[in-house]
């Protein structure tokens, strides 16, 4: 049990719809992350959190709106999606304190745009 | 250019048997992080051992270890006495800058490994 949630687990919605993924680490931690798992691909980070400020954007479409009200939750919301953003969305958590910092994922929410 | 490489898509081990997963990075940086997650079907990213740049000794974590080789730029995971349970995908990630005093930073991972066990 690694003490990050994220919910749902499971996510199918249309190109027009507007949803919301939610992550919550129960660590302590100062900083969180989003990343996306595409078939075949590596994973690649879309934005960073630290002490509740984005600190990294790696040039995501706006489609994709990260928000961070406390050093627990992340929310990413989804607007007018397209089929190639279906993947696997993971969300870390560390505690920055510069050194060898090591990240605990949550499960992941699976999205199939259709 | 990719910064980490991971040239076994897929391996085949007995079980019991040692295995070595290889990892190769690229980074210019003297100041990094070098990680490994294990990936079950679940999709989970489960933490199994880091390595810092500047750490004299290869890390070990349980039946983990990690054969860190700086002047080649590899940091390949060891297993040993393999168990059906080690079935998954396997990531190598680095971070960049790891000692520049702190704030957050992404992981780079690499394509993975997905090793098999059979008994």
């Known amino acids: 049990e690694t003490g990050v949630t994220q919910t749902p687990r499971h996510l199918v919605m249309g190109m027009t719809n507007k949803k919301s993924l939610k992550c919550e680490q129960h660590?302590?931690?100062?900083?969180m992350y989003w990343y996306k798992q595409s078939a075949k691909k590596p994973l690649e980070l879309m934005f960073v959190?630290?002490?509740?400020?984005?600190?990294e954007n790696n040039s995501v479409p706006s489609r994709f709106s990260p928000e961070c009200p406390n050093s627990s939750h992340l929310f990413l919301h989804l607007h007018t999606l397209q089929p190639e953003d279906s993947a696997l969305y993971l969300c870390?958590?560390?505690?920055?304190?510069?050194?060898?910092?090591?990240?605990?994922f949550g499960p992941g929410t699976r999205l199939t745009v259709t | 250019a990719q910064k980490i490489t991971q040239t076994q898509p897929g391996m085949f081990v007995q079980e019991k048997e040692a295995v070595t997963l290889d990892c190769t990075y690229d980074?210019?940086?003297?100041?990094?992080?070098l990680f490994w997650y294990k990936q079950p079907s679940s999709g989970e990213m489960i933490f199994l051992i880091y390595?810092?740049?500047?750490?004299?000794q290869n890390a070990t974590e349980g039946r983990y270890s990690l054969n860190f080789q700086k002047a080649r730029k590899s940091a390949n995971l060891v297993i040993s006495a393999s168990q059906l349970g080690d079935s998954a995908m396997y990531f190598c990630a680095m971070r960049e800058g790891m000692y520049s005093g702190g704030g957050a930073d992404g992981l780079t991972f690499g394509k993975g490994t997905h090793l098999i066990i059979q008994p």
């Open positions: 390595q810092g740049s500047y750490d004299q």
């Open positions: 870390a958590s560390s505690q920055d304190r510069g050194g060898v910092v090591e990240q605990y």
């Open positions: 660590l302590g931690h100062n900083a």
């Open positions: 980074t210019s940086d003297p100041s990094y992080g």
């Open positions: 959190y630290s002490l509740e400020e984005r600190v």
